[in-house]
């Protein structure tokens, strides 16, 4: 029968009455009845071949889920490391697998400068302090520093494999730490050159601290050194029954720089005092565990650690996906924030008690460390997040993942 509708009317060809008859069995259908009738229905063919419209996993709906602002999405391959600008926080730079930074802005997504020229992924990418320039270095130990406003390479070195860069807090100085155990410093753009040389141990992890005289490197063989930049030798070593079992994974320093936080493949987090070179701290999820057996399963390492600027805490963040917030003096764990894949980075709030973190389910998650509980939950991403940064007033993240992309969340809370 062919109904046309126009407005309200329908058009039943003249006044033929329409019967429908149903036929109404005696019986409710038994269970057994249903399941003949669904065993009768054939899913692979109904509909169009491969159309799965209307049926979703709970992977896909997730999947499906973008709670960011912008999504920048140049990098031709995974996205390993981001920055932002501690001018303005406007800019954002990126270092990928397809051996590119781009410095592009946050608002929008455009791409201000394009790093070129590398021969190995991008693993670190830094902007100076003053944020007039940005250091590029690939994993195969080729650093260039660039000019934002001119878009011009001011400078390049090569070094042996590349573990980590920074910038010096206040001066155009940049520094390096390498798998050969040298840690590198040259001005910027004249590239006059200092190193640091170590046992050949690899240098896994650096930070200069805020006084901008010294700097605590992390090594692969458990050995933590703070050097005087000036002198060239090492003020302090911190090795042995004090020191780490395992490599060095990640570092983080107070704001007053007196104190280091370290983590490793130990599974413990040491508090230094960098005034003495004296351990006055540790946590582990293991309360009373000197060390691991050789019989025992592998130490839970650890991937992050970070101060609270707010209050006397600090943040360990392990591989199985635990969250331990600590008190600073005490060591004894306040909170633990359990996730449900491996953390592998955090960050502090600058002047709150909001600690974010970001895992290897892709997921970017913020929590209050005064109470342990969540209190926001980002996805967008479908790989895992594998750096994030957040700016000065925490109501921005820029994260950078395995997916090839690169997202701003908006952190701005009403209640915040």
Same mark, same amino acid.
């Given at each position: 029968?062919?109904?046309?509708?126009?407005?309200?009317?329908?058009?039943?060809?003249?006044?033929?009455?329409?019967?429908?008859?149903?036929?109404?069995?005696?019986?409710?259908?038994?269970?057994?009845?249903?399941?003949?009738?669904?065993?009768?229905?054939?899913?692979?063919?109904?509909?169009?071949?491969?159309?799965?419209?209307?049926?979703?996993?709970?992977?896909?709906?997730?999947?499906?889920?973008?709670?960011?602002?912008?999504?920048?999405?140049?990098?031709?391959?995974?996205?390993?490391?981001?920055?932002?600008?501690?001018?303005?926080?406007?800019?954002?730079?990126?270092?990928?697998?397809?051996?590119?930074?781009?410095?592009?802005?946050?608002?929008?997504?455009?791409?201000?400068?394009?790093?070129?020229?590398?021969?190995?992924?991008?693993?670190?990418?830094?902007?100076?302090?003053?944020?007039?320039?940005?250091?590029?270095?690939?994993?195969?130990?080729?650093?260039?520093?660039?000019?934002?406003?001119?878009?011009?390479?001011?400078?390049?070195?090569?070094?042996?494999?590349?573990?980590?860069?920074?910038?010096?807090?206040?001066?155009?100085?940049?520094?390096?730490?390498?798998?050969?155990?040298?840690?590198?410093?040259?001005?910027?753009?004249?590239?006059?050159?200092?190193?640091?040389?170590?046992?050949?141990?690899?240098?896994?992890?650096?930070?200069?601290?805020?006084?901008?005289?010294?700097?605590?490197?992390?090594?692969? %063989? +458990?050995?933590? &050194?703070? #050097? !005087?930049?000036?002198? *060239?030798?090492?003020?302090?070593?911190?090795? $042995? =029954?004090?020191?780490?079992?395992?490599?060095?994974?990640?570092?983080?320093?107070?704001?007053d720089g007196s104190l280091v936080l370290t983590g490793s493949v130990d599974g413990f987090a040491k508090l230094i005092n960098t005034a003495?070179?004296?351990?006055?701290?540790?946590?582990?999820?293991?309360?009373?565990?000197?060390?691991?057996?050789?019989?025992?399963?592998?130490?839970?390492?650890?991937?992050?650690?970070?101060?609270?600027?707010?209050?006397?805490?600090?943040?360990?963040?392990?591989?199985?996906?635990?969250?331990?917030?600590?008190?600073?003096?005490?060591?004894?764990?306040?909170?633990?924030?359990?996730?449900?894949?491996?953390?592998?980075?955090?960050?502090?709030?600058?002047?709150?008690?909001?600690?974010?973190?970001?895992?290897? %389910? +892709?997921?970017? &998650?913020? #929590? !209050?460390?005064?109470? *342990?509980?969540?209190?926001?939950?980002?996805? $967008? =991403?479908?790989?895992?997040?594998?750096?994030?940064?957040?700016?000065?007033?925490?109501?921005?993240?820029?994260?950078?993942?395995?997916?090839?992309?690169?997202?701003?969340?908006?952190?701005?809370?009403?209640?915040?």
């Open positions: 029968m062919d109904n046309n509708t126009q407005g309200d009317t329908i058009d039943l060809y003249g006044d033929e009455e329409i019967i429908e008859v149903i036929d109404l069995n005696d019986m409710d259908p038994e269970p057994d009845d249903l399941a003949d009738d669904l065993e009768d229905i054939d899913f692979e063919d109904a509909g169009n071949e491969g159309d799965d419209e209307g049926w979703e996993t709970e992977d896909e709906m997730e999947a499906e889920q973008d709670d960011s602002e912008l999504t920048f999405s140049k990098h031709k391959g995974s996205v390993f490391c981001v920055s932002l600008d501690p001018a303005t926080n406007s800019m954002a730079v990126t270092g990928g697998e397809d051996d590119k930074a781009y410095v592009w802005r946050v608002s929008d997504g455009e791409v201000l400068l394009e790093c070129t020229g590398h021969k190995d992924s991008v693993t670190c990418a830094v902007f100076s302090h003053d944020s007039s320039m940005v250091a590029s270095g690939d994993m195969g130990g080729l650093i260039k520093v660039w000019n934002i406003e001119t878009k011009e390479e001011i400078w390049s070195f090569e070094v042996a494999d590349l573990e980590w860069l920074e910038w010096h807090p206040c001066a155009a100085v940049l520094l390096a730490g390498t798998d050969d155990g040298n840690m590198w410093m040259w001005k910027i753009p004249s590239g006059e050159c200092k190193t640091f040389q170590s046992a050949a141990s690899q240098a896994t992890c650096g930070k200069v601290l805020p006084d901008g005289k010294r700097a605590v490197v992390g090594y692969e %063989d +458990g050995t933590v &050194r703070v #050097w !005087d930049l000036k002198q *060239g030798n090492a003020a302090h070593v911190i090795k $042995g =029954h004090d020191g780490h079992r395992g490599a060095l994974t990640c570092l983080s320093c107070n704001k003495t070179g004296k351990v006055v701290g540790q946590y582990s999820l293991d309360v009373g565990k000197v060390k691991p057996s050789q019989h025992d399963e592998e130490p839970n390492s650890i991937e992050s650690v970070g101060f609270c600027n707010v209050l006397p805490l600090v943040a360990v963040a392990y591989l199985d996906g635990t969250l331990g917030v600590y008190d600073l003096s005490s060591q004894v764990m306040r909170h633990r924030c359990q996730h449900e894949a491996g953390i592998v980075h955090l960050q502090w709030e600058d002047s709150s008690s909001v600690v974010s973190t970001c895992c290897l %389910d +892709g997921a970017l &998650r913020l #929590w !209050d460390a005064r109470t *342990g509980s969540i209190m926001a939950e980002y996805h $967008g =991403h479908s790989a895992e997040i594998l750096n994030f940064a957040i700016n000065r007033e925490g109501t921005f993240a820029v994260t950078a993942s395995g997916d090839n992309q690169s997202k701003v969340f908006c952190l701005q809370r009403p209640d915040r």
